[in-house]
């Protein structure tokens, strides 16, 4: 998703004949991409907009057409990193059989959500750390989409109750910590690591979470 080489591919060099459309959609994804990307090296503070469109081959002016500013540009990465998360999830999650357990529902949501998170470890600094660099708004924002998984996790473990969901956003709090530390210090392998640990966790849940239906220890 932000591969440097791949995003260089995405639009041949030279008079090629696309869509305008086309070409902004192709500029706007490799300008999020190299500033995820950048920010893995210097940190938002210290990332400049020469920086970001020097990575993503594209002049000054095109990314002023496209973002106000950096902060602009955090932004719109931001939230693509999260919808890229939530999808996947979704994804993983929705293609279970309507008779899917309630473990197979968990490990699907933990595997698509870490597996995520390892696959693309820049947009995960910036979904999870960077965001705290770029001021109240963007960490109100953080907020907001924290609950929109707490929302997510409950609709998956069939949440019910004002204690369940309650739990279900305790859940996703601790989590939460527990990745961007991993994340901090550049450990995929301690992220996979959490799944199974997790796993243990939400099988001694009993309703706890959600659902009453009792999951049988491996």
Not at 20 to 45: F, H, K, P, W
Not at 73 to 95: D, M, N, P, S, W
Request: with cysteine.
């Amino acid at each position: 998703m932000s591969d440097p080489a791949a995003i260089s591919r995405q639009l041949p060099r030279g008079r090629h004949g696309l869509p305008r459309e086309t070409v902004i959609a192709s500029q706007r994804d490799r300008i999020l991409s190299a500033m995820a990307q950048a920010m893995t090296e210097n940190g938002y503070i210290g990332t400049s907009v020469a920086a970001i469109i020097k990575r993503a081959g594209v002049s000054r002016e095109t990314f002023y057409e496209q973002f106000r500013s950096k902060e602009d540009c955090f932004e719109a990465a931001y939230e693509r990193a999260a919808h890229l998360l939530q999808e996947r999830i979704v994804e993983a999650t929705g293609t279970l059989p309507d008779a899917a357990t309630r473990e197979q529902r968990i490990e699907a949501m933990l595997g698509a959500y870490l597996g995520g998170l390892a696959a693309d470890p820049a947009d995960a600094r910036l979904f999870l750390i960077e965001v705290y660099a770029v001021g109240p708004e963007a960490i109100a924002r953080r907020g907001e989409l924290q609950e929109s998984f707490a929302v997510l996790v409950a609709q998956i473990l069939d949440a019910h109750t004002a204690e369940q969901h309650f739990a279900c956003q305790t859940l996703v709090a601790a989590v939460s910590a527990m990745v961007t530390a991993r994340v901090a210090a550049d450990d995929p392998d301690g992220l996979q690591a959490l799944r199974e640990p997790l796993l243990q966790l939400l099988r001694r849940s009993g309703d706890l979470f959600g659902s009453p239906e009792q999951i049988p220890p491996h």
